[in-house]
Nanobody
Framework: QVQLIESGGGLVQAGGSLRLSCAASGRTFSSYAMGWFRQAPGKEREFVSG????????YYTDSVKGRFTISRDNAKNMVYLQMNSLKPEDTAVYYC?????????????????WGQGTQVTVSS
C-alpha cells in the first residue's frame, strides 16, 4: 500500500515557477512508476508527466514539454514536479499517482494510488 501526499501548490503570476512535491509512504515506493495529473474546473483529469521507477525515463504531455521537469528521489520516497514559465492554462488541481504495473502513462486507470491533490493557480 502506498499513500501519497502532495504539497507545494499555490498562487503564482504567469511566467513564475512552482515546485510540487509528493511524499510517499511504504517500502515499495521504488517499484512504482509515478505520474502527475491535473484537473481544471469543468475538465477531465489529464496526464502531465511521468517518471519510471528508476528515474531513468521521463514523459511529458506536449503542453508542458520544456517547461516542467519531473524527478524522483527513491531514498527519500519523494517525487517532484518543477514547473517553470507557468501559464494561466496550467491552473488546476495537481495530483500525484503511483502505478505498480504501468501499461499507459496517460491513462488514469493505470494508476493504483492517488494523492488528495494540491491547487495551482496562475494569474495573468
Amino acid at each position: 500500500q502506498v499513500q501519497l501526499i502532495e504539497s507545494g501548490g499555490g498562487l503564482v503570476q504567469a511566467g513564475g515557477s512552482l515546485r510540487l512535491s509528493c511524499a510517499a509512504s511504504g517500502r515499495t515506493f521504488s517499484s512504482y512508476a509515478m505520474g502527475w495529473f491535473r484537473q481544471a474546473p469543468g475538465k477531465e483529469r489529464e496526464f502531465v508527466s511521468g517518471v519510471s521507477w528508476s528515474g531513468s525515463y521521463t514523459y511529458y504531455t506536449d503542453s508542458v514539454k520544456g517547461r516542467f521537469t519531473i524527478s524522483r528521489d527513491n531514498a527519500k520516497n519523494m517525487v517532484y514536479l518543477q514547473m517553470n514559465s507557468l501559464k494561466p492554462e496550467d491552473t488546476a488541481v495537481y495530483y500525484c499517482a503511483a502505478a505498480a504495473n504501468l501499461r499507459s502513462w496517460s491513462a488514469a486507470s493505470n494508476y493504483d494510488h492517488w494523492g488528495q491533490g494540491t491547487q495551482v493557480t496562475v494569474s495573468s
